[in-house]
Structure formats: structure tokens, C-alpha cells
């Protein structure tokens, strides 16, 4: 993956940093995309610190404008995109019935709109190149229901499906556009999910009033397990898998 370049969103924290962090130690050079400047600066001068070669581009995915903004002066400053990898995400929970516009509006706009917007942005110009890898990071939500996280799993789902079709349109262009879909994650996402101290036990061993199985393997994924099935996805040794969903939850799901 040496001389290679890639923008990774929501990469000022959790499974996006990991990410960053992951492709520049893999040789890539890196354009990190999130909403929240300070933070994104702070991650990107710590690699630069590290000898990673990366640049902080503040953009707010769910922006049109923003998002070709932002992908236009990545390439003038990096040279052409190798790679994608949507890793910007919210969640709002609460019972759908009591979800407000906002908290619906919200959730599609950065895990649904901004992968459609920034996918489209980043393979019209792959396609004259003939040549490019995406990677989305969906969740194992998005094809089992989970209680008081409906808009998120319809997101995701919308997110998956979206990237499995524009993998089929633009095969033909030799550029790969594949998923990796995480369960629990220790990441501030998850943290925001617990209550007290018993968070993470519970769910280890799941919930069966909120039918949800825990883990098999008894341990939640590091954002790093995450960076890893992105960074193989996209890179050659997975040179002849596109329209794949990765599955990356120690067995949350039982294969599903």
C-alpha cells in the first residue's frame, strides 16, 4: 500500500481514526475528513509526529458542496485517490415511535446521504483512472433489527445496499467497493450506550428482554479489529473481492 493515497472520514475518533491510523502505517498517505476540526488536527498532528504522512481536511460529509470541496483540494494537494473509506457515523437511539425529524434527519444525513455524497465525489474520478478501492463501515444492525436503534439500522442497511450497487456499476472500471460491517465496538459510540459500570458486561452477555444474543468470543472489538478488515479490503491481496460484507462482531450476529 506504499505511495498509495486515501480519505478516510470521520476520522478524528473511533473505528475512522483507527483507520487513519491503520493505512498510514501501512505506507498510505492519508487526507482525514471530520466535521470537528479541533479534534481532527489533534489526531493528524500526532501521526505527522509519528512520521505518517497526513493532512486534516475539516468537511461536514453530509454537505454537497463541502464534500467536492474537500475531495477537489485533497487531490490537488495529495494527487489521485487510491482509496475511500466511509467510517463517519452517528446514533440516535430511542423506540421509533418517539424518534423526532431531527434525530431521523440526522442519522441518514451523515450514515446514508454523506457515503452516497462522498462515494460519488471520490469514483468520477477514479473511473478515468480505471483503477480505485472503497470500503464503508456499516454495522451488523444493518440486517438485524436491534430495539431503540431503528434509524440507525435502516441507515446502515441504506448505507450497505447503496455501496453494493455502485460496486456492480463501476466493476467494469476495475474499482472494488466492499463493506465492513462491525458489532460492539469500543469505541465512544458504544460508551455512549451504557448507563453505569456494567455497561460492558452486559453487553458481552447480551440482552434477551431486548432480544439481542451477546458475544461469542467474550470480548468487544478494538477499533483496531475494525482498521485491520478495512485496510485488507482494500488492499491487492483482496484484489478480486468487491460487493463483499465483511463481518467483523466475534459472533454477535451467530453468521447471519
Same mark, same amino acid.
Given at each position: 500500500?506504499?505511495?498509495?493515497?486515501?480519505?478516510?472520514?470521520?476520522?478524528?475518533?473511533?473505528?475512522g481514526?483507527?483507520?487513519?491510523?491503520?493505512?498510514?502505517?501501512?505506507?498510505?498517505?492519508?487526507?482525514?475528513?471530520?466535521?470537528?476540526?479541533?479534534?481532527?488536527?489533534?489526531?493528524?498532528?500526532? #501521526? @505527522? !509526529?509519528?512520521?505518517?504522512?497526513?493532512? %486534516?481536511?475539516?468537511?461536514?460529509?453530509? /454537505?454537497s458542496?463541502?464534500?467536492? &470541496?474537500?475531495?477537489?483540494?485533497?487531490?490537488?494537494?495529495?494527487?489521485?485517490?487510491?482509496?475511500?473509506?466511509?467510517?463517519?457515523?452517528?446514533?440516535?437511539?430511542?423506540p421509533?415511535?418517539?424518534?423526532?425529524?431531527?434525530?431521523?434527519?440526522?442519522?441518514?444525513?451523515?450514515?446514508?446521504?454523506?457515503?452516497?455524497?462522498?462515494?460519488?465525489?471520490?469514483?468520477?474520478?477514479?473511473?478515468?483512472?480505471?483503477?480505485?478501492?472503497?470500503?464503508?463501515?456499516?454495522?451488523?444492525?444493518?440486517?438485524?433489527?436491534?430495539?431503540? #436503534? @431503528? !434509524?440507525?439500522?435502516?441507515?446502515k442497511? %441504506?448505507a450497505?445496499?447503496?455501496?453494493? /450497487?455502485?460496486?456492480?456499476?463501476? &466493476?467494469?472500471?476495475?474499482?472494488?467497493?466492499?463493506?465492513?460491517?462491525?458489532?460492539?465496538?469500543?469505541?465512544?459510540?458504544?460508551?455512549?450506550?451504557?448507563?453505569?459500570?456494567?455497561?460492558?458486561?452486559?453487553?458481552?452477555?447480551?440482552?434477551?428482554?431486548?432480544?439481542?444474543?451477546?458475544?461469542?468470543?467474550?470480548?468487544?472489538?478494538?477499533?483496531?479489529d475494525?482498521?485491520?478488515?478495512?485496510?485488507?479490503?482494500?488492499?491487492?491481496?483482496?484484489?478480486?473481492?468487491?460487493?463483499h460484507?465483511?463481518?467483523?462482531?466475534?459472533?454477535?450476529?451467530?453468521?447471519?
Open positions: 500500500m506504499d505511495n498509495k493515497t486515501a480519505v478516510v472520514t470521520g476520522a478524528a475518533s473511533g473505528i481514526e483507527a483507520v487513519a491510523w491503520a493505512l498510514g502505517q501501512a505506507g498510505v498517505t492519508v487526507a482525514a475528513v471530520d466535521r470537528d476540526r479541533d479534534r481532527l488536527e489533534a489526531v493528524v498532528a500526532k #501521526m @505527522s !509526529a509519528d512520521g505518517i504522512r497526513a493532512e %486534516a481536511f475539516p468537511a461536514d460529509v453530509t /454537505s458542496a463541502q464534500v467536492q &470541496a474537500a475531495v477537489e483540494e485533497i487531490e490537488n494537494r495529495l494527487g489521485p485517490l487510491d482509496y475511500l473509506v466511509n467510517a463517519a457515523g452517528v446514533l440516535r437511539m430511542g421509533a415511535r418517539s424518534l423526532s425529524d431531527t434525530d431521523w434527519h440526522d442519522t441518514f444525513a451523515v450514515n446514508a446521504t454523506g457515503v452516497f455524497l462522498m462515494c460519488r465525489a471520490v469514483v468520477n474520478r477514479m473511473i478515468p483512472r480505471r483503477s480505485g478501492a472503497i470500503v464503508t463501515v456499516a454495522s451488523n444492525a444493518a440486517s438485524v433489527a436491534r430495539m431503540e #436503534m @431503528s !434509524a440507525y439500522c435502516a441507515s442497511a %441504506a450497505t445496499m447503496f455501496t453494493k /450497487s455502485l460496486g456492480l456499476e463501476v &466493476a467494469q472500471y476495475g474499482i472494488r467497493c466492499n463493506l465492513v460491517a462491525p458489532g460492539s465496538t469500543d469505541t465512544p459510540m458504544l460508551q455512549s450506550m451504557w448507563h453505569d459500570e456494567n455497561g460492558p458486561k452486559a453487553t458481552l452477555e447480551g440482552n434477551l428482554d431486548a432480544y439481542k444474543v451477546g458475544i461469542p468470543l467474550r470480548k468487544l472489538a478494538r477499533p483496531s475494525i482498521a485491520d478488515a478495512v485496510a485488507f479490503l482494500l488492499s491487492d491481496r483482496a484484489g478480486h473481492i468487491t460487493m460484507e465483511l463481518t467483523v462482531d466475534g459472533g454477535a450476529t451467530l453468521g447471519v
